[in-house]
Nanobody, 123 residues
Framework: QVQLVESGGGLVQAGGSLRVSCAASGRIFSSYAMGWFRQAPGKEREFVARISGGGSSTYYADSVKGRFTISRDNAKNTVYLQMSSLKPEDTAVYYC????????????????WGQGTQVTVSS
């Protein structure tokens, strides 16, 4: 069982930066792929970024590539999403997710989810 708790969301102006974090419980954090997803009002949950258990492989949605960076600190059981050059269309609830083994872009195959943290980008 893995429990995930996100933090760091908030209100930021367009063009600004924000970092969200996700703290995970569990003894074998490095065996889990970690991902960030987001959901805007009236829209489906969408993939943002994911990272392999060891942290050597990262993947991004085209809409955030070059602006967002996912990273993890396995000693702290924490995964981060650094967001830069934020746009109003980045406004959403951001969710952290964990999956044993490989990660995928499809949110339906992820096993564990956090409660989400709101990110609002004003124009």
């Amino acid at each position: 069982q893995v429990q995930l708790v996100e933090s760091g969301g908030g209100l930021v102006q367009a063009g600004g930066s924000l970092r969200v974090s996700c703290a995970a419980s569990g003894r074998i954090f490095s065996s889990y792929a970690m991902g960030w997803f987001r959901q805007a009002p009236g829209k489906e949950r969408e993939f943002v970024a994911r990272i392999s258990g060891g942290g050597s492989s990262t993947y991004y949605a085209d809409s955030v590539k070059g602006r967002f960076t996912i990273s993890r600190d396995n000693a702290k059981n924490t995964v981060y999403l650094q967001m830069s050059s934020l746009k109003p269309e980045d406004t959403a609830v951001y969710y952290c997710a964990a999956r044993s083994g490989w990660g995928y872009n499809d949110p339906r195959v992820w096993n564990y989810w956090g409660q989400g943290t709101q990110v609002t980008v004003s124009s």
